[in-house]
């Protein structure tokens, strides 16, 4: 792999983060669907947590090093993660030098159409050598003070869902054009209504079918469930409050959790790290000791 990774992707990103000597998050301008950032981390950095998104990225200095599926990994630099949707996974630096890495949250309804009716590629190998897959997701990766022309996302997520199934460890199983309408249906609906309570009813009225045939099917298609689907918008949205400096009891009721230890308790499941903590790490400013 090569050596130069930290020096190609700090372009543009100097003035946000410095250097490793402290910890902290830098967020890109986003995509629908995607979520772009750089982190450093020295020592254990999140907790065991899930998300409903695929997170797929690379390290480009220091070891990461994580649990995922029952086992210990470790990437190095150069080396690509890609962690599949609701699957328990923790992170952080596997030695004292710390960790410097960039990641891609993506939603797997993007994937959809570059599928062609496939179910979602599944990565067993967590840790991933592979030139090309690097180079692609770095295409993505490298301009994070930039947003993403729509066109090159089009052509990136053609190239990323190819690098998946490529690496994926079984052919995917077919789903069904029954299984993907309502599953879309459904998540349509619940994105546009996510800061209610949704009953079960509404979706089978949107659907067409019952309450477990469509969780079935959302399973199937997006590998996570409504319930779920609708918590991690809430939390996204809590999210870029977050990093607009709202406080925190405002952001629980704006996100439609109940009160602000509900909110913090998903935050945290989700995130594997607490609102505050979070928050800590976005609006860290560089000090001169990180120069």
């Known amino acids: 792999m090569p050596h130069d990774l930290g020096q190609q992707a700090r372009q543009g990103l100097e003035r946000l983060c410095a250097n490793a000597a402290g910890d902290c998050i830098v967020s ?165 209504n996510a800061w209610r309570t949704v009953r079960s009813g509404e979706l089978e009225a949107i659907t067409g079918l019952d309450r477990y045939r469509l969780s079935r099917h959302f399973r199937a298609t997006f590998s996570t469930s409504p319930h779920r689907f609708l918590l991690m918008r809430r939390l996204q949205r809590a999210r870029r409050m977050i990093e607009a400096n709202e406080p925190l009891a405002e952001i629980a009721v704006a996100a439609g959790f109940s009160d602000q230890s509900h909110f913090i308790r998903h935050f945290k499941k989700a995130f594997g790290i607490t609102p505050g903590r979070w928050s800590a790490l976005i609006h860290r400013s560089p000090t001169a000791a990180d120069r």
């Open 28 to 192: 890109a301008p986003g995509a629908a669907g995607m979520e772009r950032i750089e982190a450093r981390f020295h020592g254990s950095a999140f907790d065991l947590h899930r998300h409903d998104t695929y997170a797929i990225g690379v390290t480009l200095s220091g070891v990461q090093r994580f649990r995922y599926r029952g086992a210990m990994r470790h990437s190095l630099p150069g080396q690509v993660i890609v962690l599949h949707p609701d699957e328990l996974h923790d992170g952080g630096a596997g030695t004292e030098d710390g960790l410097r890495y960039r990641m891609l949250y993506l939603e797997p309804s993007l994937m959809l159409d570059c599928l062609g009716g496939a179910s979602l590629p599944f990565v067993r190998d967590a840790v991933v050598s592979d030139r090309a897959f690097c180079a692609t997701l770095l295409s993505a990766l490298a301009p994070l003070d930039r947003e993403l022309d729509e066109l090159f996302v089009v052509d990136f997520m053609a190239q990323l869902t190819q690098c998946l199934r490529r690496h994926a460890g079984q052919p995917a199983k077919p789903v069904t054009k029954t299984a993907r309408r309502a599953a879309s249906l459904a998540r349509d609906y619940l994105e546009e």
